[in-house]
């Protein structure tokens, strides 16, 4: 079972993608298994919005309810976890975490406790990126530069000035991982997304 995490702040556009990537997945897979992708959502209150949306497309989505999978739920996500690789078997497990968490804690406890290797993608709305980025300086920055892959979504809402200065600040933050543009509206590359999954290069 192979894991991404995708991260980012709250409207950042996750769940948009996430159907994408999910269809992309679905659409390309080279067997037959019933659980090609299952859909892991970290919800901080007790209803899920997202994940009826997500079910309503034919996914087969897990929840984790009132709590963060990186801190306070991390016991619970292993639990959950090993019962998805276990009985169900996917070929992809993606986990959607809420907008305050640091996928990087979560990627090391997988590691560390079910020896799960997972990449990371994150989510940065680039429409709001000045408002945000002063106020949740730490959160954002600590969610970033421990990606393997961002998309810098809603590019459709700025200017090309701004999209490259935003890129700009996220190299500038250290450790650059690899950046996109993307709009949850518009097709996302296929190219893109098998990057995102496998890491393999980009043309």
């Not at 997945?25 to 949306?53: F, M, P, R, S």
Request: net charge negative; hydrophobic share 40%.
């Amino acid at each position: 079972m192979k894991v991404l995490i995708l991260g980012g702040f709250l409207g950042s556009g996750k769940t948009s993608l996430l159907l994408q990537l999910a269809y992309y997945i679905t659409g390309h897979a080279l067997n037959d298994k019933k659980y090609q992708v299952v859909i892991l959502e970290n919800e901080v209150g007790e209803e899920g919005i997202d994940d009826k949306l997500l079910r309503g497309n034919g996914y087969q989505v897990e929840n984790l309810f009132s709590g963060c999978a990186c801190c306070t739920l991390s016991g619970e996500l292993l639990s959950t976890v090993s019962k998805i690789e276990k009985e169900l078997q996917p070929d992809w497990l993606i986990l959607e975490t809420t907008g305050l968490a640091y996928p990087h804690l979560i990627q090391k406890n997988l590691a560390d406790s079910m020896a799960l290797s997972s990449r990371i993608c994150i989510v940065a709305d680039v429409s709001r990126w000045e408002r945000l980025l002063v106020p949740l300086h730490e959160l954002i920055t600590g969610q970033l530069i421990n990606a393997d892959t961002v998309l810098i979504n809603k590019m459709d809402l700025v200017t090309p000035d701004t999209l490259k200065a935003v890129e700009r600040q996220i190299q500038d933050m250290g450790r650059v991982p690899k950046i996109f543009r993307t709009s949850a509206n518009q097709p996302v590359s296929h190219c893109i997304w098998d990057f995102i999954l496998e890491g393999d290069s980009y043309e």
